[in-house]
């Protein structure tokens, strides 16, 4: 690990803590529930098609940044939404017990060559627990409600102010809406207009993303209002923590906590980030390459859409910066995270 690693700096940016960062982070897969707990052939076969990419693709980074390329790679599990979804049988949930699912999980990726430095979980991007010795404790940071109120939807030309803004409808888009839902005037038929996407090159490619919903559950004999974080809003929030631009009140959110201890009963009594390799190299990086199934591409196309809509903070943008160009090799951080972020889809054949 170079000096630059876990350096700090005195001067204005001080309020924001320093992060270790590899040059590159892999995300080896992300599996719904569904699919980890319905059998490992799956599992297996896309793993199997990501051990050479992880070769490659660390051969590339010792290329570029020299035998010292700091490589790591991590797992997201889906946990976030198995657990929130009513309809989930006693037995189902039983079978997604994380002493089985991490099992299966490990074993598979360990037997096809695919070394898991970092597990992540999908809850923990919308809060994250804090932990001692071992256990969690005091209040959890609501992540994903501390990011939602960083989002700067682009205004519409010519907007009505009939539709809800994005604090309200919990809807983002990258352009202007069609008019079919626009105030009309009594008794004239306007003519239709399609959507628009902002900056479009001669057509357009839409995207309204859904954020959030919300929903009712039963609390001690109550009925609650609560928000059902969507996957591509947590998704984004996952890239930027593999991205190192997330801080709370000027510190570290989500720091990868080492584990040896048997895995728990409920995936609550994991950390966000589980470090399950001693000897990995930052979980954030400069670049993050994500390596998914095809199906993934509409969330990964949302996530971007997403994350170019959230004011992100400069303190940490400028200390990235800066600690690129002090590597012995110099990286050049971007300002836009999405440049920073690459992906590598995988069909069925």
């Not at 409808?169 to 202007?176: A, H, K, V």
């Not at 903070?313 to 995270?337: C, F, S, T, Y």
């Given at each position: 690990m170079s000096s630059a690693t876990d350096y700090s700096e005195a001067g204005e940016r001080n309020r924001v803590a320093g992060q270790p960062l590899s040059h590159l982070s892999i995300e080896v897969g992300h599996f719904y529930m569904d699919e980890l707990v319905n059998g490992v052939?799956?599992?297996?076969?896309?793993?199997?098609?990501?051990?050479p990419i992880v070769d490659t693709q660390i051969a590339a980074a010792e290329a570029e940044f020299g035998p010292g390329a700091r490589v790591s790679t991590c797992f997201l599990v889906d946990d976030y939404f198995w657990s929130r979804t009513p309809a989930r049988s006693?037995?189902?949930r039983r079978t997604a017990d994380p002493r089985h699912v991490l099992e299966k999980l490990l074993?598979?990726?360990?037997?096809?060559?695919?070394r898991i430095d970092y597990l992540a979980r999908e809850a923990g991007c919308a809060e994250v627990p804090s932990f001692r010795d071992g256990e969690p404790v005091g209040e959890p940071v609501r992540l994903a409600e501390m990011m939602s109120a960083r989002i700067v939807a682009e205004p519409e030309r010519d907007s009505t102010g009939r539709r809800p803004p994005t604090v309200e409808?919990?809807?983002?888009?990258?352009?202007?809406r069609s008019s079919e839902y626009d105030a009309g005037q009594a008794m004239r038929i306007a003519r239709y207009r399609p959507p628009e996407e902002f900056g479009a090159r001669n057509h357009s490619i839409f995207l309204d993303v859904q954020l959030w919903s919300r929903q009712l559950e039963e609390v001690a004999g109550r009925r609650e209002e609560h928000i059902l974080w969507s996957c591509?809003?947590?998704a984004s929030i996952w890239q930027l923590l593999r991205l190192g631009m997330i801080r709370d009140e000027g510190a570290m959110v989500a720091a990868p906590v080492p584990w040896d201890d048997p895995w728990p009963e409920e995936w609550s009594r994991l950390p966000a980030v589980v470090q399950l390799n001693p000897q990995a190299k930052p979980f954030a990086a400069y670049r993050a390459l994500?390596?998914?199934?095809?199906?993934?591409?509409?969330?990964?196309?949302?996530?971007?859409?997403?994350?170019?809509h959230?004011?992100?903070?400069?303190?940490?943008?400028?200390?990235?910066?800066?600690?690129?160009?002090?590597?012995?090799?110099?990286?050049?951080?971007?300002?836009?995270?999405?440049r920073r972020l690459n992906h590598i889809f995988l069909g069925d054949v």
């Open positions: 052939d799956r599992i297996r076969a896309q793993l199997r098609k990501v051990a006693r037995d189902a074993t598979a990726a360990e037997e096809c060559g695919v409808s919990g809807w983002l888009c990258n352009g202007r591509p809003f947590l994500s390596v998914l199934p095809y199906s993934y591409l509409g969330i990964e196309h949302a996530v971007r859409v997403i994350l170019d959230l004011q992100l903070d400069d303190d940490v943008q400028a200390k990235l910066a800066e600690r690129g160009a002090g590597e012995r090799i110099p990286v050049e951080v971007p300002r836009q995270a999405t």
